[in-house]
């Protein structure tokens, strides 16, 4: 049924009809983790085909993390805490704020944690906690990618 309701709503450009698509696939991804099914890939496609959707971002960044590929997670998390959500403008998409805020940092924490920087996580928990001003999300961003760069290549492990 969700499939079905999915291909209706992508077979057109009206922006009712992708704002209604992203949420069924942000629907899939949900029932796929509650089915504990990989949910990383079926994120990062639907990501792909809409780029708008930084609930689906986060649950990329959640389910690379859940599926033990931190490295995944860092680029979708800096762009997360990127977005200045009074200047957030998605058309019929909607957002919780805490999806730029507590919920990015909270998921950057585990992804610092993961990647052994301990300092970078207590200050993503830290930051969570206190609502995080800019010099504090730039300060993670810089911590996030450099992370990421510090990881090695895909196919050089």
């Given at each position: 049924a969700a499939q079905?309701?999915?291909?209706?709503?992508?077979?057109?450009?009206?922006?009712?009809?992708l704002a209604a698509a992203s949420m069924i696939r942000l629907?899939?991804?949900r029932d796929r983790i509650a089915r504990h099914q990989p949910v990383a890939d079926f994120a990062a496609a639907a990501l792909a085909r809409y780029p708008a959707d930084h609930a689906l971002r986060l649950m990329l960044a959640e389910a690379a993390l859940d599926e033990g590929k931190p490295e995944?997670?860092?680029e979708p998390l800096a762009a997360l805490l990127s977005v200045d959500f009074e200047e957030l403008h998605t058309g019929r998409l909607a957002f919780d704020r805490r999806t730029f805020g507590e919920a990015?940092?909270?998921?950057?924490?585990?992804a610092c944690s993961?990647?052994?920087?301990?300092e970078g996580s207590a200050r993503c928990i830290t930051t969570a906690?206190?609502?995080?001003?800019a010099a504090a999300k730039a300060w993670i961003i810089a911590r996030l990618d450099g992370l990421?760069?510090?990881?090695?290549?895909?196919?050089q492990i």
């Open positions: 079905r309701g999915l291909d209706l709503a992508e077979a057109t450009d009206e922006e009712d009809q629907l899939i991804a995944a997670a860092l990015a940092f909270l998921a950057a924490a585990r993961v990647l052994g920087d301990r906690a206190k609502g995080g001003d990421r760069r510090s990881q090695p290549a895909k196919g």
